[in-house]
Structure formats: C-alpha cells, structure tokens
C-alpha cells in the first residue's frame, strides 16, 4: 500500500522489506560464485591428485632366478652384443614356468602376462652392469604388469575381485602376496623412462626433456626480442599511425587462439622454411611467436613504471638515448620484464594446441637429445595418455599432471618471488 | 659444417671481434689520438659487423637450400616421375631424402642413384656453407678493422644498427599477423578451388573423410562447417552461461562486499584457475564431468552422449571463470567513486547500487570482457578435442556430442597431411574462418574496453 | 596554533528543538582521530555552514550526519548523532531510510550515466515512493522546478544526464535529493567545481529550498557561507571552535583562531 497519505519516511521504511531481502540475496549469489570458483579449484585438484598420487608408486614381484649362462649362451666374458641380444625374456618364462608350474600351453601364457614385458631389460641390464652374475643367482625385484599393479594398489583387500585377471591369476598373485614376494616402490621408472605403450614401462623423461629444450628454445628467442621491442615501442618508436598499428596488433596477437599459432608453424616454418617437424627447435619457434606479446606488453608496462626523472638525470649529463635506455632504464626495468617472461614461459609450458599441429604428438620413445631431434613434450604427452584405455595409464596421466603442475607453481612462485624481491619504490 | 658449429664459431666471432675492436681503438689512442668515440663503441661496432652479415646469410641459407636441392633433385629423377603429378615428384622426393639418411637402403631402391646424388649434394652444401660464413665472417673483421679511425662516428652507427634490430623486434609481431593470416589465406584459398565457399559457409554435412569409393556421399567427402560452426557455437554459449553470471558475480562480490582480508586470499585463488593449463582441464572434463553427468543423466532417465556437449562447456566455463571476473574486477574498479556516493546518499542498498549504478556505468566494459571471453571460448581447444566427440551433429541438444572447429582443425591435422587434398586445407579453411572471428572480436573488444578506460580516466 | 586540549566550543553550539543534534562526536581512521567531541545542533529550517581551513574535518563531519563514512572500511565513528531524537548510530538504524531522510549533495557533480529523466527518478524508484508512472513524471517535473532546472531540460528529458554543463550537472543532483523528498539536505562544497554564474544559481537555489528543509553545508568560500548560511560552525584541526549567528562570526568572532581565519591569516 503506497498511500499518498503516507510520509516519506513511512513509505520508505516499508519497503525496506522487500529490498533488505533482495539485497541478503543478491550478497548470497556473490559469495555463492566466489564458492563455486573456489570449489571447482578444490574439485580439480582433488581430482588430479586422488588419481595421480598411486602413479609414484609401483609394484615389483621380488623373485631369486637363476642367470643361467648356458640357457642364455652367454659367459661373463661374452661381447656386449651377444650379452644384450641374449633371450631373458626366455629365461624369466622358464624360471616362472618351473616356480608356478601352470598347467598347459594357456595357462602358462596367462601366467607370463602377469609379468611386465620390460622384465627382460631388468635383467639385461643387470647382467650388462656387471657380467660376473652370469651362472649365478639373483634377487632381482621384476615390475609386474600393469593389471597386476593396478590390482595390488587399488583393489587388493576389497573382496572384489578383478576385471582384468582371471581366478586363477588371482590365485597366483595371492600366493606371491602372502609369501611377501609383491610390494610396491617408489616408480623410479616413471622419471626415468621415456614412453612406451606398456603403462608400467611409460615415463615422463622424455617429455620433460623435450619440454625443456623447447623452452630453452622459446626463452633465448622470445626474451631478446621481447625486451628490444618492447625498448623500441616504448622509448624509440615516433608517436604516427605505423606504431598503433603495430600496438594494436600486439594486444590482439595476445588474445589470438593458440590454434591458429600452430597453423602459422605448420605452413610456413615447416612447410616453407622446412624445419623438420616434432622437435623442440619448432616448438620453440612456434611457442616464441605465442609469448612474444606477452613479453612485450609486460617489458612495456616495466619500462613505463621507470620514474622518467631518470631518464631526465641521465640525458642532462649528456648520455645519448640509447646509452641512457640501456644502462638506466634497462637494468630497473629488469625484473618487472623478467616477471612477465617467466608468466609467459609458464603459459608456454602448459600450452598443448599448436604443438599437435606441428608434429610434437608423435609416440617418441628415445628421449631427446637435442633441439632437433623428435621429441614431445610434457602436456602433449598427457594429452596421448589421456586417450589410452588403460587405467595405468589413467593414473599416469594424472601423476605427470602433477609434475606439470608443480613446475607451473615453481615458476609463478618465482615470479612473484621476483617481483617481490626486486620490486623498487621511487 | 652443421648449423650449430656454426652458431658456435658465430658467438666465438662475436666475442673475438669486440676485443679486437676495442684494442684497436685502444691502441690508437694510447698513440695519442683522440678518438671520437669510446674503445667499447668500436667493439661493438666490429662485433656488429662481423656477426650480423653472417647471421643474416645463415638465416637466407636455411630457407633456400632445400628448395634449390630438391630442384636439383628433381632433375635427376626418371623421366616417368618427372613428367608425372607434382604430388608423385614429392613422393618420390620423400623418398630420397629417407634413403639418403639411410645408407642400408641405398643399393636397394631404383631411387639409390638420386640419393647418392643427395648425399653428394649436401656434402658440397656444408663446405660450401662453412666457407662462405667463415669468409664473410672474416671479411667482416677485416673492414672494420681498417674503418676504426680516430675520425670514425662509431657509437653513431653503433646506435642506428641497434635502433634497426630494436624496430626489426618489434616487427615480428606484425610479422606474425601476417604470417598466420598469409598461411592460412594460401591454403584457404587452394581449399576454396576444390570445393566452394558456399558449401563450406552453409553445408550442413560435414564428413571430410575422402570416400573410397564414388558413390559415398560426395567422392571428396562434403565440406558443409554448419554443424562445427553450431557445435562451437553450443560448447561456447554453455561456457558463457557459466563463466559470466558467476565471473561477474564473483567481481562484484570481492570488489563491492568482501573484506579486504577475504579479498586477497581470493582473488588469487581465483586466479590459479586461470594458470591451471587446458590439458588438465581436458582430461578433467573427459575423465570425471563427462561420466558424472551422464551418470547423473542415467539416474533420471536420460541418454547422454559419453562426449556430451555440457561437460565440455560446463569445464570450460570453469576455465573462463577467472577470465571474467579479473576483466570484470578491473571495469567495475574504474566506475568513480562518486557515482556509488551519489547512489549511498540518496539512501540505496549496496545491491541497488551496483544493479541500477555500477553495472550500467561499467557496461561497456563487461561487454568488452564478454567478447574477449567469448573469443577465447571460440578458440579453445584442448578441452573440446579431449572432452567433445568427432560427430558432426547439429544440434542444439547439450547432451548430444558435437563437435567444433577447433577439434576438426587439430583432427584433420594430426597425423598425415596431404596439402593437396581437401581433407588437410579444409583445416586451413577453418582456421582462417576462427582467426578472422576471434581476431574481430578482439579488436572490436579491445576498443570498447579503452574507449570505457578513456571516459573516467 | 596548537590544538587545545578539552577545548569547549565557544558561542551556542547547542540550542532547543533541534532537528539534528551531535554529542560527543568522534571520528577514527584507523589509527588516526579526524574529529575530536564535536556537539552541535542544527535546527528546522535553517541553513548552517561548516566552515574551516582544509583538514580541519568538517567534511568528515557532515558525512558522519548520514553514515556516509560507513562506506569507508576503516572509518569509526564515536559518540551520538540525534535526528528527531533517535540515535542514528544505534546498531538497530538501517541506512537506508536514514539517508532517505538526510540527502546527500556532493563536491563534484556526480550525475549517473543515465537519462535527466532516469537521474530524477532513480529515488524514488528504489524506495517505492511514486505509486503511478503519472506520479512518477509528477515527482520528477517537481524536483526539476525546485531546482531551477525544469525550463532548461523539460524538452530533453531523456537525454543522457552527463550531458548537461556542470552547473546543471549540480543542479540536476539537488533535484536527485529532493526527489527523494528528505528533511535535511547536506551539501559538501557544492560550488566548488563551479564557475561563479553557475555557484549563484546554486546559492539562490539553496536559499529558496530553506523553506522546506533543513541544510548543512560545507563551504571552502567564507563569502558563501556568509551569503547562504544563518549560522556559521568554525572547524579547525578536528574540533569545533566556534558556533554563532553567521553575521557574529563574520563581524565580531568569538575566539581568536576564528578571527584569524576569517581575516585571512591562514586558510
């Protein structure tokens, strides 16, 4: 009832009502959004982590075999190549044939299926390591397949049995467990390793390599040329339509899809320049353009936070303009430059899009060596996880999440250490 | 030599040239001349003289050598090739170059001779190379040498060849555009002769598998991006529905009503979202929204696609989340103080306030934000090709699987490419198509939002 | 001129029936103390202006008369502020309908980016206080004539409000205040982003609107507040020097910092 014989005042005081409620609503669907951001925060990590934290252990089968030298055709004094070509793959199915005893031909193949097929290198390289242990015995702790090591960390103690193994695997396994043969262990093998399609022999070596040498290769292009044009934009560029131009382009290049960077490499540094496709050098180049405009607009923003007293100071004692923006504003221009290219770096790191362009989602088993050899790199590697069928692999892909994300937060913390640290008040 | 002994020698020279640059201005002045500039000036000057030419003719080499090989190559295949389709020359070329970095297969293929040739070629390519850097290099050192004379204007020239490489840095972003719109505009085009833009434009089947046989539907497969185009359209909207409502929400609440204890400790949070890379976000869409929400959508008796259209969206709307609100965050804080006091003092509640004052005076802005957020929505790409399917159904059904021009773009690229069949331009059709939208949006966005900058600054 | 300790406010600071009484008034940002036991009425119907050299809080003390410091976080307020008799610091007062009451007209003229339509009726929209669009055009065509503004802006009504020169600017805001239709109507330096045709029109005005409200202004101009105001409260370092009938203060001052100031010894 808005009465016209009501006061001002009593009008007022009855509204107050509906807009006090309205107003408890409108705070509550603020702080709701501020929830959900953070909960899906909370979610992810979770998430990432629930699955990724068993990707650091791995189970071995902990067996004493015999490195029979005449099974093998081998003495410790054989060459190299015939100890490295000899059948130890042979020799661990005999072994495990004459411990389990399976019965027939099927049996005996369910039986070596639980054994990862990288057991073979286990031994070899044991036996390369040190030719002595030829003809002797061995405690040699064996990786078990990845059914079996999936089985013993997640599900082994529920009652629940197995999809992937059968009873009679499961038989086995259980006797290797209460004769305490099977264990897990740090997975050393997830560092060392480059990938594989067998889950218990994929590692992320190779990946971070990669990743490595293609940010080496994005740093040492993009920081030089992101620097010297962000010096010319900001110090030496005349003030006409040419240099719009060119700022326009650098703030839309930034917002550009990822995509489209990975077009530009595939058509022009590979299929014009013919830089050879998959390696680190391409990804970097690739990458390079990508960060550029971030390194620019942020060296920009450092060199314009240089109190212009100072250029002032040093010009009045007769420095030229370049001998002034480079040894005064420069070195206090530094670490806010630094800062923006450790941003851009980490957002490098995690890019994935342009690099299936160029080639870097080859399956790539050697870990690189070099700028120009085939290489993938650390979110592309998780990206062909991501798509394997194997809950190993599931789990890995988590787990090398992890190590992406931990090399994310040690750059943005020393980005911010940086900034902290080297931040100058004028 | 290789590429990188003679990037190596090049640094050595660099080095080598500012000492004997500087010595020798050093010495002349120890003779009692007086030098126009300082000694480190004729370092540099050297160093410049003696690297740049070399470096520049590296970088010349690099982009010409493989074609005048494989021209010379091409000259040395059969006749029967020769003659042949330029894609069988380029087979064949693929060919050579895989036998010559094999030496087990030289013997064994009729190409073996042409490959030796290759082998031959590079050979001479190197020596040829090494000489003429190592030459100019020292030619470089040489000239400048004899230049350095008391009278010579060194820290002049010193300073104009650095201010050409300043403004040769700057450059390459404009290169960059360039170069993006010059490829993808190249291939586009060569799409375009195969099939027509009004198909592509407004086709609404999409199945760029070229058929095997002729009577599947077109024999080069059917180009019509309808579908992709509506399926981004859908993935984005979701993420839109979701980022902005909640990015904005979330602006308002930590710029107008949170704390300022509250305020630190969130908004970065917030901001770790957006740090987060779109891989991980791809497979948390993949592997946990898209089963939970098809779990969910099982339990009420619905049938949703194992790659629904929602978990991608909803994931990405996550993503943009962040985006939103720190872009929101930053127009809403440009709105003057002023006009919120004129409101409080006329008696309005905070939320009347920001609804019927803040908002309408930070339109523009949240519009330009909208846009930049939309643009980034548009060109995402992970989490739809590890979260969206293949199919290219149109429709508007978030449960259903769609597919986007993104996901099409990485698919059609991946794995063998052909740049003479439509299959692989058409990804370059596409991302001419993307780069053009997201680029307009861009612009028109940044604009807006300088333009709101403008009006309060 | 060092601060006097306990100084009591010389002249009649205090008088009967007033519409607005302060006691004790303190006022703390964070650490630091703005306002020291400032008391004062103001009475029904009259014009008062807070005069004193920059700093001296007296700006800070008209915002504290509608809670206007609220909004600042680390703003603290001391004592009691009385508006009818009711304490208007008493945690049970909501703002809302206080500052319905106590209007608020600001230094710079603030119009919202909206219509000169749409800037009028943004009050009484938030508190319900038109009950028909034909009531609503009513209020608006009322507060514009009040303020002077109607015969310049009636045939541009939604034209946007920041169009207009800054004295109409001004002028559009008090007819914002009054539109609400409050009883006290606090105005911090409104002239002073004005040229001097434009500062007339504002003071004119203002002599017109002590018909129906009561006003408190701060002014920068000791020739202002002579022209405008029927008493005169001299602020200096936070505290209240003097109160008294503005022809008093401006002829024959109580306390020697008032004189210096009105002399022009600082300021």
């Not at chain 1, 009652?159 to 499961?170: H, I, N, P, T, Y």
């Not at chain 2, 440009?334 to 309408?360: C, F, K, M, N």
């Not at chain 2, 339109?363 to 330009?368: E, K, R």
Request: net charge negative; proline share 4%; charged share 15%.
């Amino acid at each position: 009832m808005t009465d016209s014989t009501m006061t001002t005042r009593q009008k007022v005081e009855a509204s107050m009502r509906r807009r006090r409620a309205a107003e408890t609503r409108f705070r509550l669907y603020g702080m709701a959004s501020v929830l959900f951001g953070l909960l899906c925060l909370v979610v992810l990590f979770g998430d990432i982590f629930s699955k990724g934290t068993s990707a650091f252990s791995q189970t071995v089968l902990t067996t004493t075999i015999e490195i029979d030298g005449d099974y093998l055709d081998i003495t410790p004094d054989s060459s190299e190549s015939d100890i490295m070509s000899a059948n130890y793959d042979g020799l661990i199915k005999r072994h495990f044939k004459n411990d389990v005893q399976p019965k027939g031909r099927s049996e005996a193949r369910s039986l070596f299926s639980l054994i990862s097929s990288g057991a073979g290198w286990q031994i070899q390289s044991q036996v390369l390591e040190d030719p002595s242990v030829i003809g002797k015995t061995v405690t040699v702790d064996l990786l078990v397949d990845d059914d079996v090591d999936q089985w013993f960390k997640h599900e082994y103690g529920n009652d629940s049995g197995s999809v992937r193994l059968s009873e009679k695997q499961l038989e086995w396994i259980t006797g290797w467990i209460e004769s305490d043969a099977l264990k897990t262990q740090f997975n050393t093998t997830f560092f060392v390793n480059g990938d594989s399609r067998e889950p218990e022999l994929a590692g992320i070596r190779g990946a971070i390599t990669g990743t490595l040498l293609t940010l080496l290769v994005t740093f040492l292009l993009s920081f030089p040329i992101g620097v010297a044009a962000a010096i010319y934009l900001e110090e030496f560029a005349p003030k006409n339509r040419l240099t719009e131009i060119v700022e326009i382009n650098i703030n839309n290049l930034a917002a550009v899809p990822s995509i489209t960077f990975g077009l530009l490499g595939l058509a022009i540094f590979i299929n014009i320049f013919g830089v050879s496709r998959s390696t680190p050098l391409v990804g970097g180049l690739v990458l390079t353009l990508m960060t550029l405009p971030t390194i620019i607009i942020s060296g920009r923003a450092a060199i314009k936070a240089v109190p212009p007293s100072i250029r002032e100071a040093a010009l009045g004692l007769g420095a030229s303009k370049m001998q002034t923006v480079f040894h005064h504003v420069l070195p206090l221009a530094m670490p806010g430059m630094l800062t923006g290219t450790i941003i851009g770096m980490a957002q490098a790191l995690g890019e994935t899009a342009p690099l299936l362009m160029i080639g870097m989602i080859a399956f790539v088993v050697d870990v690189p060596g070099f700028i120009n050899d085939p290489s993938t790199v650390l979110p592309v590697q998780i990206f062909l996880w991501s798509d394997s069928p194997e809950r190993a692999f599931t789990e890995r892909t988590s787990g090398a999440i992890m190590v992406l994300l931990g090399f994310l937060i040690i750059m943005n913390t020393a980005a911010v250490m940086l900034r902290r640290r080297l931040e100058r008040r004028w | 030599m290789n590429y990188s002994t003679l990037l190596i020698a090049l640094l050595i020279a660099l080095g080598a040239a500012y000492f004997l640059g500087r010595n020798r201005a050093r010495s002349l002045a120890g003779q009692g001349e007086s030098m126009h500039s300082l000694p480190t000036h004729y370092g540099a000057l050297t160093a410049l003289w003696t690297t740049l030419p070399p470096l520049l003719i590296l970088i010349m080499w690099v982009m010409l050598e493989p074609r005048i090989v494989d021209a010379l190559l091409t000259m040395q295949l059969p006749e029967a090739i020769r003659t042949a389709s330029e894609a069988e020359v380029r087979l064949a070329l693929s060919k050579v170059h895989n036998i010559a970095s094999d030496p087990t297969m030289m013997g064994q293929s009729d190409l073996g001779s042409v490959a030796a040739h290759l082998v031959d070629l590079e050979q001479r390519a190197a020596i040829l190379k090494g000489g003429v850097i190592l030459s100019v290099i020292l030619l470089g050192v040489a000239v400048t040498w004899r230049r350095i004379q008391p009278d010579l204007r060194a820290r002049g020239e010193v300073e104009r060849i650095v201010r050409i490489m300043l403004f040769a840095s700057s450059a390459i972003a404009v290169l960059t555009t360039l170069g993006i719109l010059v490829s993808v505009l190249f291939e586009a085009v060569l799409f375009f002769q195969k099939v027509s833009p009004i198909e592509f434009l407004f086709g609404t089947t999409w199945s760029p598998q070229v058929a095997l046989r002729a009577d599947q539907s077109g024999s080069s497969g059917s180009f019509g991006a309808v579908p992709l185009f509506a399926g981004t359209l859908l993935i984005s909207a979701i993420a839109m529905f979701i980022a902005v409502p909640v990015g904005l929400m979330a602006a308002i609440y930590l710029s107008e009503y949170a704390t300022s204890r509250v305020r630190q400790l969130a908004k970065p949070a917030l901001e770790v979202l957006a740090g987060i890379p779109t891989v991980v976000y791809g497979f948390f869409a993949a592997l946990t929204v898209a089963p939970f929400i098809r779990g969910i959508g099982e339990s009420v008796g619905l049938d949703v696609s194992s790659e629904s259209a929602l978990a991608a969206g909803l994931v990405m709307g996550i993503m943009i989340i962040p985006f939103v609100s720190s872009l929101s965050d930053d127009v809403i804080n440009a709105v003057p103080q002023s006009l919120r006091d004129g409101s409080y003092g006329l008696g309005a509640t905070r939320s009347e306030t920001v609804r019927q004052v803040v908002i309408p005076a930070a339109l523009p802005g949240i519009v330009g934000a909208v846009m930049l957020a939309v643009s980034r929505a548009i060109g995402e790409t992970m989490i739809v090709a590890m979260a969206a399917g293949l199919a290219a159904n149109l429709t508007a059904n978030p449960l259903d699987s769609v597919t986007t021009v993104t996901v099409q773009i990485v698919t059609l690229l991946v794995g063998d490419q052909e740049f003479d069949s439509p299959k692989t331009l058409a990804a370059f059709a596409l991302g001419l198509v993307l780069f053009i939208v997201t680029l307009a949006l861009n612009f028109v966005a940044i604009k807006i939002v300088q333009k709101y900058r403008e009006q309060y600054d | 001129m060092s601060i006097i300790e306990n100084h009591k406010t010389v002249g009649s600071p205090l008088s009967e029936g007033a519409k607005l009484r302060a006691r004790d008034v303190c006022v703390f940002y964070g650490e630091k103390q703005a306002i020291y036991n400032v008391s004062l009425d103001i009475r029904q119907n009259e014009v008062i202006a807070l005069i004193g050299p920059s700093g001296c809080g007296k700006s800070t003390f008209l915002r504290c008369l509608n809670r206007m410091n609220d909004t600042i976080d680390i703003c603290n307020v001391t004592g009691e502020i009385l508006l009818d008799g009711d304490n208007i610091y008493d945690p049970r007062v909501d703002v809302v309908p206080l500052r319905a009451t106590v209007g608020m007209v600001f230094q710079k003229p603030n119009p919202f980016p909206k219509s000169i339509y749409d800037n009028i009726a943004y009050g009484p929209r938030i508190h319900g206080l038109a009950s028909s669009r034909v009531d609503l055009d009513e209020i608006v065509e009322k507060s514009l004539q009040r303020a002077g503004l109607w015969n310049e802006v009636k045939d541009r009504l939604h034209a946007p409000g920041t169009g207009l020169s800054g004295g109409q600017q001004q002028r559009l805001c008090i007819a914002r205040t009054i539109a609400v239709d409050p009883e006290v109507i606090l105005m911090d330096e409104p002239c002073s982003a004005l040229d001097p045709i434009a500062t007339a029109k504002i003071e004119e005005l203002i002599d017109e609107l002590r018909e129906n409200y009561t006003i408190a202004i701060v002014t920068h101009s000791m020739q202002q507040a002579a022209r405008v105001s029927q008493r005169t409260a001299y602020f200096h370092l936070g505290q209240l020097i003097e109160v008294n009938a503005t022809d008093k203060v401006f002829t024959t001052p109580e306390h020697q910092l008032t004189e210096a100031y009105i002399t022009g010894r600082f300021g």
